[in-house]
């Protein structure tokens, strides 16, 4: 399993500490269904109720998931902590993710 590390621009304060060192993490199968899951929502259609992700919430739990370590607070972190972190950082996260996938897709091809 792969990993990259990379410290967010403000942080996730906890107490007196701010935690910006984070790493992120290769996504398991479980990670993908827990995150679906997560994002599930009963929406009313004409044939009646269904249960259907919302895009945004399913974007960002992969995401929660696939941080691997934030400072010293324990893992996973939860919805509330991930919550708790500002846009400028969950955009900087994304942008990692992107890439840390972008590299992983193209070493897998056997290019450097």
Known sequence: MTAVSFDLIHGLKVGDIVHKAVTLKDLTAADLMEAYEAAEKVHM???GAELLPSPMK???????RQIAGLGGISMPLSESE???LNAEDIVLLQGKAKS?????????????
Do not use: K, M
């Open 45 to 47: 259609t004409p044939g």
């Open 58 to 64: 399913l974007s960002l739990e992969i995401l929660r």
């Open 82 to 84: 991930f919550n708790r």
């Open 100 to 112: 840390f996938d972008a590299v992983r897709e193209v070493a897998a091809r056997g290019r450097a």
